[in-house]
C-alpha cells in the first residue's frame, strides 16, 4: 500500500496552508495498492520529535475500504469520525512544533483494515484510535512530511 498527497511529496516540508501558520487545513491524502480483503481504513497523523512523547495531531478512522483518497479541509462534519487530539480539540490539527524547536517530522499512517467500523467512540483520543487500527490491521502505509517554525 502506497500513501501520497498531491500537495507533498514524502520527507518534503509541509505548506504553510496544512499547519498552524496558515488555514490550517488537513491536506488531501490518496492511496493505491490496498491489499484484499481490506474494508475499511483509518488515519492517524503524529509528531513523534514532540518533546516528552508522540504529539498526535489527527485521527479519521471508519473510511470504506473502497475509497482511495480524500479531500483536503476534511470537516470534523464529515461522514467519518475524528478523533480528539494532543490540542483538545476533535478534528484536523496541522503541524505546529515550538518556535525555534528545530525541523519536526510529522507522519501520516494509513491503516487498511479487516473490520468495518473500529466501534470506539466517535471522540476517541487519537492514541486509542492507533491502538484500535492497530490490533486489526492487514497492511499500513506511512507518508512523512517535515515542519519547522
Keep these: 500500500m502506497i500513501l501520497t498527497s498531491r500537495v507533498v511529496a514524502d520527507r518534503d516540508t509541509m505548506p ?7 488555514a490550517n487545513i488537513s491536506p488531501p491524502l490518496s492511496w ?6 481490506t474494508r475499511s481504513f483509518a488515519i492517524v497523523m503524529a509528531d513523534p520529535d514532540a518533546s516528552g512523547q508522540t ?8 473510511i ?8 483536503e479541509d476534511y470537516s470534523v462534519l464529515g461522514p467519518y469520525p475524528q478523533g480528539t487530539n494532543d490540542f483538545h480539540k476533535q478534528g484536523w490539527n496541522g503541524p505546529c512544533p515550538p518556535s525555534g524547536h528545530g525541523t519536526h517530522r510529522h507522519r501520516f499512517t494509513l491503516y487498511a483494515l479487516r ?14 484510535v492507533e491502538a484500535a487500527a492497530d490490533r486489526v490491521r492487514i497492511a499500513k502505509a ?6 519547522r517554525r
Excluded: N
Design 115 to 128: 473490520v468495518d467500523h473500529l466501534g470506539i467512540s466517535p471522540v476517541a483520543h487519537c492514541r486509542e
Design 142 to 147: 506511512e507518508l512523512t512530511v517535515m515542519f
Design 64 to 71: 470504506p475500504g473502497d475509497l482511495t483518497g480524500i479531500d
Design 16 to 22: 504553510i496552508r496544512y499547519t498552524c501558520e496558515g
Design 32 to 37: 493505491t495498492e490496498v491489499p484484499a480483503g
Design 55 to 62: 504529539w498526535y495531531h489527527w485521527a479519521m478512522w471508519d
